[in-house]
Structure formats: C-alpha cells, structure tokens
C-alpha cells in the first residue's frame, strides 16, 4: 500500500513499446536505473508502466534502441495537478481540508472513562479537566504520566490510573482503592448497654453474661451483657462482651408546613434553543426564550460517530419549558398528604436500620401552620459497647440485677 501512495503522488506512465528489438529497451532501462512494473507482451510489443520522471529521461534513449514509445494512459497526482490547474479553488480547498485535518487531529477530540464505581463521571471529568484533559484540548501539551500522578495524589481514593492516546481519542483507565475494612476490637474488655429505651425481644449474645431477661424493659445506658464473666471456681476474668440485642422502640417525629405554599408549574409556553458544539466550544445558532423570570431546561447532545468514531461536533438541543408562580392554600387532606410524603423520606433515611411495625400520624392546625406528628413502633438493635476500665480500681464483682421487695 505504501509503495501505491508512493506512485500516485510521483505520478506514472502506462505505455506500450513495439519496434525490431524491444528487448534492447529493456536492457537499456536496467541499465539506467528505471522501474518498470505491470510488464505485458502480445505480439511484437509489450506495455509497462514507469514513473513520469524516468518516462522524460528515456524516450531519447528508446529512439537511440529502435524502438517507439506510445503512452497509453497517465495516472497520478501531478496529472490531476496539471488538469485542474485552471481551477485554483479546488487546489486551495484541497490544500486546506489536508491542513484542518493534520490540525484537528493536534486536539482530543472524545474521552472514556473506565472503572468508576463511587466516584461519578461528572466529577471525574472536573478533575480531568482542572489537570488538562478535555474534549479540546492540544494533545502535544498533555503529560499523561504527570496528569495521572497529580490526579492520584489528589484523589485518594484512585489507586491507579492510566491515559492511553490513540489519535485524538483518549481513553482514561482507573481502579478505585479498596478500601480496607474495619477491624473490629474483640480484645479489649467491655459491656453491651441499651443505646435507646425499649422493650428486650431478643438478645443473640456471642460473648459476656446476660444480665437481662427477653421481655424485660431498659432504659438508655443501662447494662445488659456484662464483660465480667466468673467461671466455676469463682474467679471473675474481664472478656469483650458481644451480644446483638433487638428491642421494641418507640420513635417520634414531627413535619410541618405552612398552609399558603407558592408552587412553581408550567404554563405551556416553551421554546428551543441549539448550539453547535465542536471540541468543547458551544456556537448558538438557533437562540430562542421565554417570557418568564422562571424556567427548566432540559439539555440533548448529539454526537454523530460514524464506524465507531467520536467526531468533535455535536448538536447541543436545550428545551425550556417557562414556570408560572401559583399560590395554594392548603386544607387538612392535601397538608396532611404533603406531610405524609416527608415522613416517608424520614423512614427511609433515618429509620433504614430498623423494621417498623407499625405507625400513627396526628395532625395538628395552629395559627397557619399544619404540624404532623408521626409515632413509630420499631424493632431495632438497640446494643451498644462500653470499654470497661482495667486499672488496680476496676471492681470485678459481677452484676447482680436488683429483686424486687416483698412486704411481709
């Protein structure tokens, strides 16, 4: 293919040659140097094809052989030169698409990211283009290597990464760190007390003594697995008390909301604006608005990739839909639904580690204002650890539950 580009832009010679000793001619190109290719005979003569430089030097020769030269066809780009040689535009438009073309592939024209588990794309990409590296960037300036080192330094939680260039795409390869988990202390001597006031359900104790019932209610702090264990000699030893404890809980919560809102709705007037995106720069050509002090947008980018390639161009689609303001005055249901749904994010997030059994809402209106009080039965693990003290003053006597008092 390489030696094909070569002769077309030398440009070559298709003849034919016939006379009394054609084999004289082929003696004589050899000796002079001369390429010959796509030699054929038929009858007398024989066609060849040389480059067009060579084809000048040898005609005097052929005629000094005996022999006559007739060309047949000339290909290559000196030909096409010389016939549109009246046409200068097309040699400068020519001359320029070859010129943005070696330009355009100076810049990055896409970038991949692979490897991303908790760090999302959009702050990767900040990171990547506060280093340098973006859609538009002069790729001779980049050091990859720095880049990947200074991003690594400064995002600890990358534990490798690398910048591959191939053209004007690059393709950016990260592994996470993993994160080593916590080890847990289970030497040091503790107690297991109650976290929250409750009602015991179930203690699953994998170390410690049991100083509670199942069915026993607790208040916040108190004891329930001591870490002072006495074996049947009577000697007490210090142990790290592990117990899970599920108890019935009591939650409350309270949301309110004022009874006049201001709502943001659309009232149907929209329009669309496009820009014309090429290597990171956005061009507007379409520009359109709405008559409104509030608006949502929704943005579309189109990227043509022909065969599995990213151009730098891009269509950039930006919807507008105008927001009207509207005052609602609420009544008991709407408040008390609007006031439902915050309680249903408070479960979700602060009530994640527990199962609720069950759930009790109260509305309340007082001066404009709607207050939902929410109370939630839950059973949770409500076990918490306490160091014990190993100094010469720690007492090892082992608790004893306080018994009740009967009066004789």
């Given amino acids: 293919m390489l030696l094909d580009l070569l002769r077309m832009v030398r440009g070559s010679v298709e003849f034919s040659v016939s006379g009394k000793y054609p084999e004289r001619f082929i003696n004589i190109t050899s ?7 796509n030699v054929h005979r038929s009858d007398s003569r024989f066609t060849a094809c040389m480059y067009r430089s060579d084809y000048r030097r040898i005609r005097p020769l052929a005629r000094g052989a005996g022999v006559r030269l007739q060309v047949i066809s000339k290909n290559g780009m000196p030909t096409m030169l010389f016939r549109y040689r009246e046409r200068v535009g097309i040699l400068i438009g020519a001359c320029a698409f070859i010129l943005s073309i070696f330009v355009m592939s100076l810049f990055i024209w896409s970038i991949d990211i692979t490897g991303l588990e908790t760090v999302s794309r959009s702050q990767m990409n900040d990171v990547l283009r506060e280093h340098g590296l973006y859609i538009g960037a002069f790729k001779p300036s980049l050091d990859v290597r720095k880049l990947s080192r200074d991003v690594m330094i400064e995002r600890h939680e990358i534990g490798w ?27 040091s001597p503790c107690n297991v007390k ?65 009874e006049q809102m201001k709502l943001l709705r659309p009232n149907g007037e929209d329009a669309e604006r496009q820009m014309l995106e090429f290597l990171g720069l956005r061009l507007p050509y379409r520009v359109n608005a ?33 927001l009207s303001e509207e005052e609602m005055i609420l009544d008991d249901n709407s408040a008390e639904e609007l006031l439902q ?42 076990a918490i650890s306490e160091p014990i003290g190993t100094d010469e003053n720690t007492d090892l006597t082992p608790y004893v539950a306080p018994t009740e008092k009967k009066d004789l």
Wanted: net charge negative; glycine share 6%; proline share 3%.
């Fill in 31 to 37: 000796r002079h140097r001369v390429r010959l290719w």
């Fill in 161 to 187: 990464m690398a910048v591959n260039m191939t053209g004007s795409y690059a393709s950016v390869e990260i592994k996470e760190e993993a994160v080593p988990p916590e080890v847990e202390d289970v030497y």
């Fill in 194 to 258: 109650a976290k929250s006031d409750g009602v015991i359900v179930r203690i699953e104790a994998a170390e410690g003594e049991t100083v509670v019932m199942e069915g026993s209610g607790v208040i916040e702090g108190q004891l329930i697995v001591s870490g002072i264990r006495t074996d049947e000699q009577g000697t007490h030893r210090l142990v790290h008390a592990d117990a899970r404890v599920m108890a019935r809980t009591t939650r409350q919560a309270s949301f309110s909301m004022s």
């Fill in 290 to 322: 709405v008559d409104s002090p509030s608006a949502v947008s929704n943005t579309d980018t189109e990227v043509p990739a022909p065969l599995g390639i990213t151009l730098p161009i891009g269509v950039v689609t930006d919807h507008v839909n105008a």
């Fill in 341 to 382: 749904q915050e309680a249903r994010l408070y479960e979700a997030f602060a009530l994640q580690n527990c199962t609720i059994e069950s759930r009790e809402y109260r509305l309340k209106h007082n001066d404009g204002v709607y207050t939902l009080y929410a109370t939630y039965t839950c059973v949770e693990d409500i």
